[in-house]
């Protein structure tokens, strides 16, 4: 793990990456496949149940009073990776297949991660009680938000439709675990004490939604048509769509006069994409399409994030201000 960190390898990214090869080598098929999708369902719900257990109603109650903050993330997130995505329809068939260019466009669609935004907010001594209401606001608002803006955008440019039972099923699957982990809050804090048992959760639920979505893949064979020459395209296209948005989040913030803990909100908030959250909502939306390229992008995007955002976070804790050096982490700036 040591040599990893030197390296500057994710060691979660080299597990989807071994989760892609078990799927190539050993797919599930019949009777595995069933119960691989009610065991992924099962995952998801213990996950969503965790996530509703960790965030505490008062601390955001108390957070939402800095609606300016959070108007401005959502909208990075909602309206202007959307708008990009739309435009991105002029790389088809040129640059993008038909079904990347969904994943393109769905990952603009997805809500912003929770866990890593609150991490390199904290890095960067940002405002971390901020980055905590903007990203699990995003995740709760996403829940709905997502499959809306699937059916709205994708079934006249991407060619695909999802039907309205796709959006009660992710209610279901999501939103319900969610508010349960509220109400079972005060029963849940042994498990929320230990965090090498949430973290298994949370990566074994990805690993369980790649591998079911692969094994797909695999069995219906739609891997042959993917050359090298589109997915370094797919590469290319995530990495510009990234540096875009961070460009956009960083003008954004100082236009709006936010502080310079607040532009750090918005900027790491606004920019990232949960895989953890997307994942489990395309094997849902796109049931009975190649579920497995179509969430290609959103992996590649994940990894790209990781690594540029971890870098711009160093840059953020470096330039910091004596004064708000000696901040603990999470402060506020004194007004």
């Given at each position: 793990m040591q040599l990893l960190a030197k390296l500057r390898i994710d060691s979660f990214m080299l597990g989807i990456l071994a989760t892609v090869a078990l799927a190539a080598l050993l797919p599930a098929r019949?009777?595995?496949?069933?119960?691989?999708?009610?065991?992924?369902?099962?995952?998801?719900?213990?996950?969503?149940?965790?996530?509703?257990?960790?965030?505490?109603?008062?601390?955001?109650?108390?957070?939402?009073?800095?609606?300016?903050?959070?108007s401005g993330v959502l909208a990075a997130t909602f309206v202007i990776f959307p708008l990009l995505g739309l435009a991105l329809r002029v790389l088809v068939p040129s640059v993008l297949t038909p079904d990347l260019y969904t994943g393109v466009l769905?990952?603009?669609?997805?809500?912003?991660?929770?866990?890593?935004?609150?991490?390199?907010?904290?890095?960067?001594?940002?405002?971390?009680?901020?980055?905590?209401?903007?990203?699990?606001?995003?995740?709760?608002?996403?829940?709905?938000?997502?499959?809306?803006?699937v059916m709205a955008c994708m079934k006249t440019t991407a060619g695909v439709h999802v039907s309205p039972s796709a959006v009660l099923a992710i209610v279901v699957q999501l939103l319900l675990p969610f508010l349960a982990?509220?109400?079972?809050?005060?029963?849940?804090?042994?498990?929320?004490?230990?965090?090498?048992?949430?973290?298994?959760?949370?990566?074994?639920?990805?690993?369980?939604?790649?591998?079911?979505?692969?094994?797909?893949?695999v069995t219906a064979g739609i891997w042959h048509d993917l050359s090298a020459r589109v997915l370094v395209s797919t590469v290319l296209v995530c990495a510009a769509l990234l540096a875009t948005v961070l460009a956009l989040t960083t003008l954004g913030g100082r236009l709006l006069g936010f502080s310079r803990t607040d532009r750090i909100v918005l900027t790491f908030c606004g920019s990232k994409k949960s895989l953890a959250t997307g994942l489990p909502m395309?094997?849902?939306?796109?049931?009975?399409?190649?579920?497995?390229?179509?969430?290609?992008?959103?992996?590649?995007?994940?990894?790209?994030?990781?690594?540029?955002?971890?870098?711009?976070?160093?840059?953020?804790?470096?330039?910091?201000?004596?004064?708000?050096?000696e901040l603990p982490s999470g402060a506020v700036e004194p007004v």
């Open positions: 019949g009777d595995a496949a069933e119960v691989l999708d009610w065991a992924t369902k099962i995952a998801i719900a213990v996950l969503f149940l965790l996530y509703g257990a960790r965030l505490e109603p008062r601390e955001a109650l108390a957070g939402l009073r800095h609606w300016r903050l959070h769905f990952l603009c669609l997805v809500p912003s991660t929770v866990q890593s935004s609150i991490a390199f907010t904290s890095m960067a001594r940002g405002n971390v009680a901020g980055a905590v209401v903007s990203a699990s606001l995003s995740n709760l608002i996403g829940v709905f938000a997502t499959p809306l803006l982990g509220q109400l079972l809050r005060p029963r849940l804090g042994w498990v929320l004490g230990h965090p090498a048992a949430t973290k298994t959760v949370d990566r074994g639920s990805v690993y369980l939604v790649v591998y079911a979505a692969f094994s797909a893949g395309a094997s849902v939306l796109f049931a009975g399409h190649p579920v497995g390229l179509i969430v290609l992008p959103l992996m590649i995007f994940h990894q790209i994030q990781l690594f540029t955002c971890a870098a711009l976070a160093q840059r953020y804790a470096r330039r910091a201000d004596p004064v708000e050096a």
